[in-house]
C-alpha cells in the first residue's frame, strides 16, 4: 500500500517544496498536475524542500485526464475540497491497495465539473468559513496523510525514537 499526494496545477513554490518534504517524510508519492505555477527547478521550492528532492518520488502528469487515466480504479481516490460532505477523518484508508489525495490550485481550487463527478471520493477537513476561505495547501495536505497513516499504523515509518535516548547519560 503506497500513499500518493496529487496537486492540480500548483502555484506556489513554497507549498510545493513544504509537501515533498512531507512526502519525504513519509514515504508519500507526489504527483504534479501541469501546467505548474513555477519551474521545478524554482530555488524557493528547492529551498522549502531543502535537501530532501532526491527522496521524493515525483510523478508528472500534463492534465486532469492523464492523471485520472493512472487510477486503477476510484476505490481510494480522494478529492480533498472545503464544498465536501464528508469529513476527511470519517472515511477509512486501511483498505488495500494505493491511496490517492488529490488538492487542487492554491487560488481556485478544482474545476467545478470535474468535482461533481466525484461526489462520492470527496473529503474535506473543517474549518470555519466565516474567518478564512481555505487552509494553507501543505498544511491540509500534511493533515489528510496524517491521518490516513494513522489509520494504516504508519506503515514503514520509524517508531522507536524516544526523547529518553537523546538525554545527555
Same mark, same amino acid.
Given at each position: ?69 493512472? +487510477? ?6 480522494? &478529492? #480533498?475540497?472545503?464544498? *465536501?460532505? @464528508? ?47 481555505? +487552509? ?6 500534511? &493533515? #489528510?496523510?496524517?491521518? *490516513?497513516? @494513522? ?19
Amino acid at each position: 500500500m503506497t500513499n500518493h499526494i496529487v496537486l492540480f496545477e500548483p502555484l506556489f513554490p513554497a507549498n510545493t517544496g513544504n509537501i515533498a518534504r512531507t512526502c519525504a517524510g513519509t514515504n508519500t508519492v507526489l504527483h504534479l498536475i501541469k501546467p505548474l505555477g513555477f519551474s521545478t527547478d524554482d530555488k524557493h521550492m528547492k529551498r522549502a524542500g531543502l535537501d530532501y528532492w532526491d527522496k521524493v518520488e515525483v510523478v508528472y502528469h500534463d492534465d486532469l485526464p492523464s492523471f485520472m487515466a493512472t +487510477l486503477p480504479d476510484l476505490e481510494n481516490f480522494y &478529492i #480533498v475540497s472545503k464544498f *465536501a460532505e @464528508r469529513d476527511y477523518s470519517q472515511a477509512d484508508y486501511t483498505t488495500d491497495g494505493d491511496h490517492y489525495f488529490l488538492f487542487g490550485k492554491e487560488t481556485t481550487g478544482l474545476p467545478e465539473p470535474f468535482m461533481r463527478q466525484y461526489p462520492d471520493q470527496a473529503i474535506r477537513i473543517p474549518q470555519n468559513d466565516d474567518h478564512i476561505r481555505a +487552509l494553507n495547501l501543505s498544511n491540509s495536505a500534511a &493533515i #489528510v496523510i496524517y491521518e *490516513a497513516m @494513522r489509520q494504516q499504523e504508519f506503515p514503514q515509518l520509524a517508531r522507536t525514537h524516544r526523547y529518553e535516548d537523546d538525554k545527555l547519560k
